[in-house]
């Protein structure tokens, strides 16, 4: 068995029924991934439903309790933490208070008992890569939020690592500099060529990073597939919930065609995307395809309870004849308790069986 760390990249990483187990809770169950060379992963889903297992999982920091994973043709699940040697970011940043930059990002390399020469070539690389050539000498408190967050992306990716690992890494940062991070994460990832994968509880941040993403939710996988998928057919309605569908109405299903369900319900007249067998169903839109004003044949009729002015358009929430509340856009203004009409196009509305029907 090899006892240093990994060395190169690999073809495939594959997560066969990765399986985590803590006293009475199953914080990941059986989860299925195989990774390609290269590849950006997102694992996105709410608090709680396993992600940070998984990357824990991944990088040796935690034991599985059932399952294995593979890279290329080598069991690596059994292997410690640095004999996997996987780059790790970490939401915290992790870094040493009291050594500088340099430092800071040579140290990996140090404990490899890289030669000095080679280490001050490829911390210079890497800081370079990570635009922080003027910061060398500076200790990680000298720095801004964003700045700190480089060096622990330059310290985990110096080693080259086949693998590196992110746990919501932008989420200590303001609004501005996360979207500017995102943009710096992907260029960095691209020039590494190496594989990415990205723990957040953030739908923009992954659909915008990732070549696929992962939702989770109670440690089982719902779907894999590129952002432009998930976002356009989400396959159930947690999946749905996690894309941005804000308004899922339930409603009495009144006819079924290829592919396309037609529903009813006070004041509401929908057909959507989706079979079911059930008498009842959930019909999901987004906020930004629920439109007051108009016209077509895909009705929802609301009291208006609220609007917000949000620069070119208003964002209103309103309820149903029967109480459901609904969440809409409007390009004029709008005032309470108005009673307005909502359209939205079939494909836009995604119909799934109600939960425990
Ligand atoms: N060391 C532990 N002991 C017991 N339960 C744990 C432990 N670590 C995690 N869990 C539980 O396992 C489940 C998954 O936790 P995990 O941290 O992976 O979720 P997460 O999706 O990363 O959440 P967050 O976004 O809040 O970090 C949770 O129910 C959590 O309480």
Redesign the pocket.
């Known amino acids: 068995m090899a006892t240093g760390p990994i060395d190169g990249n690999f073809d495939t990483l594959k997560l066969d029924k990765v399986t985590r187990r803590?006293?009475g809770?199953t914080?990941l169950d059986g989860l299925d991934l195989t990774i390609k060379r290269g590849e950006f992963i997102a694992l996105l889903?709410p608090?709680?439903?396993?992600?940070?297992?998984a990357l824990n999982c991944l990088a040796g920091l935690l034991p599985l309790t059932g399952g294995a994973i593979w890279l290329d043709d080598q069991r690596i699940d059994v292997l410690r933490p640095e004999q996997r040697g996987f780059g790790m970011v970490f939401q915290s940043y992790a870094l040493f208070p009291h050594m500088t930059v340099r430092k800071n990002i040579g140290f990996g390399l140090m404990m490899r008992k890289v030669a000095k020469a080679e280490i001050d070539r490829r911390v210079t690389d890497a800081l370079k890569m990570v635009r922080l050539e003027a910061h060398a000498e500076k200790l990680p408190g000298q720095l801004s939020g964003g700045q700190q967050q480089r060096v622990a992306i330059a310290r985990a990716i110096v080693v080259q690592p086949p693998l590196v690992l992110m746990d919501e890494p932008l989420s200590n940062l303001d609004a501005k500099l996360r979207l500017e991070m995102r943009v710096e994460i992907r260029r960095i990832h691209r020039e590494l060529g190496r594989s990415t994968i990205y723990?957040t509880?953030d739908q923009d941040e992954a659909l915008s990073l990732a070549d696929r993403i992962v939702v989770l939710h109670d440690?089982r996988v719902q779907q894999v597939g590129p952002p432009e998928d998930l976002y356009a057919r989400p396959s159930n309605l947690e999946v749905a919930r996690f894309m941005g569908y804000q308004n899922s109405l339930s409603l009495g299903v009144v006819g079924n065609g290829t592919g396309e369900t037609k529903l009813a319900g006070p004041g509401v007249t929908l057909q959507g995307v989706g079979k079911v067998n059930t008498p009842r169903a959930i019909a999901s839109i987004r906020p930004e395809d629920l439109v007051a004003g108009a016209e077509g044949d895909n009705i929802v009729e609301a009291r208006v309870t609220g609007a917000e002015y949000a620069g070119r358009e208003f964002v209103g929430t309103a309820v149903t004849q029967d109480g459901q509340p609904v969440i809409f856009r409007s390009l004029r203004r709008i005032s309470q308790d108005e009673v307005v009409r909502l359209s939205v196009p079939t494909e836009r509305v995604r119909v799934f069986a109600e939960p425990g029907a």
């Open positions: 803590f006293a809770i914080a889903g608090s709680g439903c396993g992600k940070s297992t723990v509880h440690g």
